[in-house]
Structures are given as structure tokens and as C-alpha cells.
Nanobody
């Protein structure tokens, strides 16, 4: 079993910044990918950013240059630094992690989601 704990969401004014965190714990052997996705009301869940174990990153075009994803492998934690936030960034943000259990086998887990609201 793997647990994900997300934190850092909230209300921020346009142009402001927030940092999201997601910590994974449990019977983990290794994590090969962590990422953030978001879902706005009435829309499908979409990729925001992912980071691989080798630190390779991938970003949605809509957040490039404004958001930065990073990870601390020792803590099994992924971060999303969001800057120059826009009202269209308002959504529930979900953490995703994929890796291998200590006892073998692969896992793919989602966090519970954290609300980010950008509004004046």
C-alpha cells in the first residue's frame, strides 16, 4: 500500500504564487515518475507537469515558464512551484506517483486532490 499526502493549495490573487507538495509513503521500492494533474469544473483531468526518476520533466504548454516541478527522491516527495498564476489555473490539483512496491509489482496512485483558486 502507498499513501499520498498533498498540501499547499489555497486562494491566491492573479499574479501570485503557490507551492504544492505531495509526499508518498508506504511499501515503496522505487518511484520512477511523479506528476501533477488538474481538473477544473466541467472539464477533463489534464496533465500539468511530470518528472521522472532521472529528473526529466514534461510540462503542459499552458504552464511552461510559470510552473516548475521538482522532486526530493530521499523523501519521495514532489513539488509544484506555481508562479504568475491566472484565473484559468483554478482547479483541483492531483498528485500522481508510479513505481514499484517493496515486495514487487508496479503501482499507480493518485492523491486526494487539493483546491487551487486564483481570484481577486
Amino acid at each position: 500500500q502507498v499513501q499520498l499526502v498533498e498540501s499547499g493549495g489555497g486562494l491566491v490573487q492573479p499574479g501570485g504564487s503557490l507551492r504544492l507538495s505531495c509526499a508518498a509513503s508506504g511499501s515503496i521500492s522505487s518511484i520512477y515518475a511523479m506528476g501533477w494533474y488538474r481538473q477544473a469544473p466541467g472539464k477533463q483531468r489534464e496533465l500539468v507537469a511530470t518528472i521522472a526518476s532521472g529528473a526529466g520533466t514534461n510540462y503542459a504548454d499552458s504552464v511552461k515558464g510559470r510552473f516548475t516541478i521538482s522532486r526530493d527522491n530521499a523523501k519521495n516527495t514532489v513539488y509544484l512551484q506555481m508562479s504568475s498564476l491566472k484565473p484559468e489555473d483554478t482547479a483541483v490539483y492531483y498528485c500522481n506517483t508510479r513505481g514499484y512496491y517493496a515486495a514487487g509489482g508496479m503501482f499507480d496512485y493518485w492523491g486526494q486532490g487539493t483546491q487551487v483558486t486564483v481570484s481577486s
